[in-house]
């Protein structure tokens, strides 16, 4: 790979009560060659709600194989809190003969059920909490890959 590169950037939030944000989140990817500059992930309407899934197209010079993906958010907002449920990065050659696929380890969150009357308790999900109080807003992940 030379020159710029397309990726597909697919994440999810996870499904659980308070999982989704509306802090601006970024995403930065690491690889042999060097980093990318840190891209915002914004689409028109509401980004990084509950179970929503989302695919961003970005365009950055080659930085070789994508060891490592840094993902973080300016903690803005009520309850900026994040719960990243799923993280895929794509890269396909325009003739569909090359392809690679990458994503981290996310491990598993615990977060909080509710229902209408208060609390039902704790449960854990696959995924990775961005926030001050779970480790901070800033994680930086090693890839692993397929292709």
């Known amino acids: ?27 930065q990817l690491i690889g042999e060659k060097g980093k990318s500059p840190e891209i915002p992930l914004d689409k028109a309407g509401n980004d990084f709600e509950r179970k929503d899934f989302d695919v961003y197209k970005v365009t950055i010079d080659d930085i070789g194989d ?18 990243m449920g799923s993280l895929s990065i794509g890269w396909r050659s325009a003739d569909d003969r ?34 001050s109080d779970e480790g901070g807003t800033d994680k930086t992940l090693n890839l692993q890959t397929t292709g």
């Open 98 to 131: 090359q392809y690679q696929n990458w994503w981290p380890e996310l491990g598993w969150a615990k977060a909080m059920r509710f229902a209408q009357h208060g609390p039902l308790g704790e449960t854990t999900v696959q995924g990775l909490w961005l926030a």
């Open 1 to 27: 790979m030379s020159g710029n590169i397309t990726y597909s950037i697919n994440i999810g939030t996870a499904d659980v009560d308070d999982a989704g944000t509306d802090a601006a989140v970024k995403i």
């Open 66 to 83: 994508s060891k490592k993906v840094r993902v973080f958010h300016d903690n803005s907002g009520i309850a900026p809190g994040w719960c």
